[in-house]
């Protein structure tokens, strides 16, 4: 599983009244960060996501598990 350009993820943002930024994945609970901008929370929500994908793909292969993708339209 590899995050393509198809692929979009909903990011909740926080900005911190200390400064900084943090942010979570909707759709993949354990993909949390943070950044000083908003630029830096981005590239590390990035690296957060695709840390969590190859997570859940090796678990998959090592339990002989089968990861499908399923379409699904919205309005």
């Known amino acids: 599983m590899q995050i393509?350009?198809?692929n979009k993820y909903h990011i909740i943002?926080?900005?911190s009244p200390d400064g900084g930024y943090s942010g979570q994945c909707l759709e993949l609970a354990g993909a949390i960060?943070?950044?000083e901008t908003e630029e830096e929370l981005f590239k590390n929500m990035t690296e957060a996501i695709q840390l969590?994908?190859?997570s859940i793909d090796e678990r998959a292969k090592a339990n002989k598990e089968t990861i499908i993708e399923l379409p699904?339209?919205?309005k």
């Open 52 to 54: 969590v994908l190859e």
């Open 13 to 15: 943002v926080n900005k």
């Open 4 to 6: 393509n350009n198809t």
């Open 72 to 74: 699904v339209e919205t």
């Open 33 to 35: 960060s943070e950044g």
